[in-house]
């Protein structure tokens, strides 16, 4: 599917895309993911817009050479094509979910969570968050219009990484985690007796 980009944001080392569709719009479930090409190079990112949605929302971290992320200043009125959806980290109506991301791994969860602030769904929701600094957290201010428990963390300002640790005071037999960033990060929430797990998660 082709699509222009009409709006890019920097903040920090994060961009914040938005493409319209030049053809179809793409249908797909929040929490997933697409492979998005731009003069030949092809990645993965997770779509941070809810599905109603006129545009799809990218939050992509640009990294140091990296040949996609290097292209992204110039990106703004280009035409990228998308393929997808993919992935199996979808929000399927659950009430009692923690949400646990670090880095880009916010992306998906935001999917997540506009779907659930717009369809005024009713539950025990809880986002917790890990970036490097508040310079790289572009959606700091829409969270306060958000009616859940939010716990960020900013690990170059003091603060310390999440881990299993945060989530001693829930019952998670009850919950399903939502787990999305690096493998080593996904990895220490896997065996803690939740009702369901659903990652996503890269090499870091």
Not at 5 to 16: D, F
Not at 88 to 117: D, W
Not at 168 to 192: H, N, R
């Amino acid at each position: 599917m082709k699509y222009e980009v009409k709006y890019v944001s920097k903040q920090g080392n994060v961009y914040v895309l938005r493409a319209w569709p030049l053809e179809e719009k793409l249908s797909f479930k929040p929490g997933q993911f697409v492979m998005l090409t731009y003069d030949g190079i092809r990645r993965p990112y997770s779509i941070a817009s809810s599905p109603s949605w006129e545009y799809l929302e990218f939050m992509i971290t640009k990294k140091e050479g990296g040949q996609f992320t290097s292209r992204l200043d110039e990106i703004l009125g280009k035409e990228i094509d998308v393929q997808g959806p993919f992935g199996h980290m979808t929000y399927e109506g659950e009430t009692k979910a923690i949400f646990l991301a670090a880095g880009a791994g916010l992306a998906p969860m935001m999917s997540i969570l506009r779907y659930i602030h717009e369809q005024e769904i009713k539950g025990d929701f809880h986002l917790f968050f890990s970036t490097r600094t508040r310079a790289n957290h572009p959606y700091q201010s829409e969270f306060k219009y958000w009616d859940i428990d939010i716990v960020e963390r900013f690990t170059r300002e003091g603060d310390s990484r999440l881990s299993a640790k945060d989530l001693e005071g829930f019952d998670l037999k009850d919950y399903t985690l939502f787990v999305c960033g690096s493998i080593p990060f996904a990895q220490q929430f896997k065996d803690l007796g939740a009702k369901k797990i659903k990652v996503e998660a890269w090499n870091p």
